[in-house]
C-alpha cells in the first residue's frame, strides 16, 4: 500500500488560532500520508487536535483559524493555499466529505430527511428534482433505513440517534466523495448502534470504494475498523503504523500509556491504569518532546530536543529518542508487553 502514491499528502501542517488576543498553535507540524482505499484511525486524547488537523482537509477551520504553514496535496493542488470558498466547494463534499459526532446538530431540524440527502444530491451529481428525490431515498435504502420513502418525509426529530447517524452518513455518500472523515461517529450511541454503525461505514467502503479517516479517542473502536493507526498529541503525528503494529508493537511512550489506559487490560484488584498530568498549553512553545512532561520514562534529551521521526519497519514509524541507537534500552509497560506476548502466541 505504501508503495503507491497517496491520494492525499499532508506535509509539515502548521494550524494556528487567534484567541483573545493571544496566538494557540493547534497543529504543529504534522505530516501523514492517507493511501486509496484504506480505513487510517487517527486517536488520541481530546484537545490532541485530531479534528482541527481533518478540518483543514476541507476549508472548516472556525473563522479566528488559519493554516500558517504546511502543505496539503490532493489530486496535484495544494489545497492548503485555498482562501475562498469557492476553492473549497470544488473540494468540500463532491471529493472530501464528513461526517460530525453529533447527528442531531448536522441535520436541519426544520427540513425533511429527503430533502437534506437530495440538496447534497443535487450539488454534488448533477441529478436534479425526481431524479434526486429517487437517489435520495436509494440512499436511505442503502445505510439501512427500513421503509425509506416513507422515512424520507420525515423530520429528524422522528428518528433514533442511530438512524439519524445513518442519514448524515447518507448525506455524505450521495456525494459520492473519494474520502469519508468520520469524526467520533459513534460517541453518541450505545455500544450495539455503534457497532452497527461501523460495519455499516465498512460496507459501504467496500461497495463505493472510497478511503476512510476515522477520527476517534476509543481505540476498541479502531481494532475493528482500521488497515492503519496514526497516533496523535500536541498537535503532531507521533507515531504511525498498521492497526497491528501500533496495537502490538507501539514504540512511543505516549501510545504506550494510551493502549496501557484501555479497560480491557485492566488487572483484576488493580487500580486501572491512567495517564498522569496534563496535554501541554498550546499557547506556549513547547521545548522537546511534548509528552515529556507526563512520562515516568522520559530521557533527559525528551526536554531538550524534539524527537525525529524514526523509521522501525516499512509501514511503522515513531517520533520518540527511544528509538535512536545511542539511547538506553527500556522495556515498555508491563500491559504493552503482555499485549505483545498475546499477539505472539496467535502467530504461533
Not at 448502534?193 to 472510497?210: E, H, P, S, T, Y
Not at 498550546?282 to 523509521?311: Q, S, T, W, Y
Amino acid at each position: 500500500m505504501n508503495d503507491k502514491t497517496p491520494i492525499l499528502s499532508v506535509k509539515d501542517l502548521v494550524v494556528k488560532f487567534s484567541l483573545r488576543g493571544r496566538i494557540l498553535t493547534a497543529i504543529r507540524g504534522a505530516s501523514l500520508d492517507l493511501h486509496e482505499g484504506e480505513a487510517l484511525a487517527i486517536v488520541g486524547e481530546s484537545g490532541s487536535g485530531k479534528s482541527v488537523f481533518t478540518k483543514s482537509f476541507i476549508g472548516m477551520l472556525d473563522q479566528n483559524g488559519w493554516v500558517d504553514s504546511g502543505h496539503i496535496e490532493f489530486e496535484g493542488h495544494d489545497i492548503a493555499g485555498y482562501k475562498t470558498e469557492a476553492e473549497w466547494m470544488k473540494i468540500r463534499g463532491g471529493k472530501i466529505s464528513m461526517v460530525f459526532q453529533d447527528p442531531m446538530t448536522a441535520l436541519n431540524p426544520l427540513r425533511k430527511v429527503g430533502m437534506q440527502i437530495q440538496e447534497a444530491v443535487e450539488l454534488h451529481t448533477g441529478l436534479t428534482g425526481k431524479a434526486a428525490a429517487k437517489e435520495a431515498v436509494e440512499m436511505l435504502d442503502r445505510v439501512g433505513i427500513t421503509n425509506p420513502a416513507l422515512r424520507a418525509n420525515q423530520f429528524p426529530h422522528e428518528f433514533s440517534g442511530g438512524m439519524r447517524q445513518r442519514v448524515v452518513i447518507a448525506i455524505a455518500m450521495a456525494c459520492k466523495s473519494r474520502i469519508l472523515i468520520c469524526d467520533e461517529p459513534t460517541t453518541a450511541l450505545d455500544v450495539t448502534i455503534q457497532a452497527q454503525i461501523l460495519k455499516l461505514v465498512k460496507n459501504l467502503q467496500q461497495d463505493f470504494g472510497f478511503t476512510v479517516i476515522y477520527i476517534t479517542h476509543d481505540l476498541g473502536v479502531v481494532a475493528n475498523v482500521a488497515d492503519r493507526v496514526a497516533v496523535m498529541y500536541a498537535g503532531k503525528i507521533i507515531e504511525t503504523g498498521t492497526a497491528e503494529e501500533v496495537f502490538y508493537d507501539p514504540c512511543h511512550p505516549y501510545t504506550w500509556a494510551l493502549l496501557s489506559s484501555l479497560p480491557q487490560l485492566g488487572v483484576k484488584g488493580h487500580d486501572l491504569y491512567s495517564i498522569s498530568g496534563t496535554p501541554p498549553n498550546l499557547f506556549n512553545e513547547i521545548k522537546g518532546d511534548a509528552f515529556a512532561p507526563r512520562n515516568p520514562k522520559a530521557l533527559k534529551i525528551d526536554f531538550v530536543h524534539e524527537p525525529p521521526e524514526f523509521r522501525v519497519s516499512p509501514t511503522h514509524t515513531a517520533s520518540t529518542w527511544l528509538l535512536d541507537p545511542r539511547a538506553p534500552k527500556l522495556d515498555p509497560p508491563a500491559a504493552i508487553q503482555a499485549l505483545k506476548a498475546k499477539y505472539a502466541r496467535r502467530q504461533a
